[in-house]
Nanobody, 123 residues
Framework: QVQLVESGGGLVQPGGSLKLSCAAS????????MGWYRQAPGKGRELVAD???????NYADSVKGRFIILRDNAKNSVFLQMNNLKTEDTAVYYC?????????????????WGQGTQVTVSL
C-alpha cells in the first residue's frame, strides 16, 4: 500500500528555518492532495498547508508568509519550507496524502499518514 516517510524535523531557534520532506512509496498509485498537519501537546491535529496535483495551495493563517509547501509530482514528494519559525510552531508534523492506490483496486481511495516528525522551536 501507499506509505509516507517523513524527515527533516529537529530543534531550531526562533527565527530559524527547517525544511520537512515527505515521500510517498508504493506500487501503483496516484496522489491528489498532499499536505502537512501538526499537533502540539494537548491540542488537536491541524492543517498547516496542502497542495493538490495542479499546484493549488492552502495555508493556515498562522503560517502564511512564513511557510511554503512544495511538491515534486515526478518523485511523489512534498516539502514544507518553514521560515521565521516561532515558538508556537513547535509540534509534531505529519505528512498526509489523498489519492488512489491501484494496487488495492481500480478506484481504491487511500489517505495515508506519515509517522510524524518533531519540530521544536526554542532558545
Amino acid at each position: 500500500q501507499v506509505q509516507l516517510v517523513e524527515s527533516g524535523g529537529g530543534l531550531v531557534q526562533p527565527g530559524g528555518s527547517l525544511k520537512l520532506s515527505c515521500a510517498a512509496s508504493g506500487r501503483l498509485f496516484v496522489i491528489n492532495t498532499m499536505g502537512w498537519y501538526r499537533q502540539a501537546p494537548g491540542k488537536g491535529r491541524e492543517l498547516v498547508a496542502d497542495i493538490n496535483a495542479a499546484g493549488s495551495t492552502n495555508y493556515a493563517d498562522s503560517v502564511k508568509g512564513r511557510f511554503i509547501i512544495l511538491r515534486d509530482n515526478a518523485k511523489n514528494s512534498v516539502f514544507l519550507q518553514m521560515n521565521n519559525l516561532k515558538t508556537e510552531d513547535t509540534a509534531v508534523y505529519y505528512c498526509n496524502a489523498d489519492g488512489i492506490d491501484y494496487a488495492l483496486g481500480p478506484a481504491h481511495l487511500v489517505r495515508p499518514w506519515g509517522q510524524g516528525t518533531q519540530v521544536t522551536v526554542s532558545l
